[in-house]
């Protein structure tokens, strides 16, 4: 059980409050991030219960970045990472090749357990 903060003699807020009006906040920064690069992703997950959100960014005209964080319901875990991405196309170099897109890709992520209360 989470003790109430006490603000006056009849107002008290629990913690729960501040930490959904703190994640309701951060959520909207990330979509109004994602929605102004026209990035946003959506991630799903099964039979693995998985919901997460993503943010893609293009660095330069071949290098990509993308940013991500899953919750993973079994444990329950958060998942933070993000992979960078080069994607040349071939096609400046030879009109031959036009189209032709292969990607080179440098990833890492960080598992964190979420603490549950007793």
């Not at 994640?23 to 991030?33: D, E, P, Q």
Request: proline residues 8%; aromatic residues 12%; neutral net charge.
């Amino acid at each position: 059980m989470v003790a109430p903060v006490r603000f006056g003699p009849h107002e008290e807020v629990r913690y729960e409050t501040y930490t959904y009006i703190l994640v309701a906040i951060l959520l909207l920064v990330f979509a109004s991030v994602g929605f102004a690069q026209r990035s946003l992703q959506l991630r799903v997950s099964v039979p693995s219960p998985t919901l997460g959100f993503g943010l893609e960014a293009g660095l330069q005209r071949d290098l990509v970045a993308q940013i991500y964080g899953d919750l993973i319901f079994q444990g329950p875990t958060f998942l933070i990472g993000g992979t960078l991405l080069f994607k040349p196309d071939l096609g400046q170099f030879d009109r031959d090749l036009r189209g032709i897109s292969p990607t080179l890709a440098v990833a890492w992520a960080c598992a964190c357990p979420i603490p549950t209360l007793p």
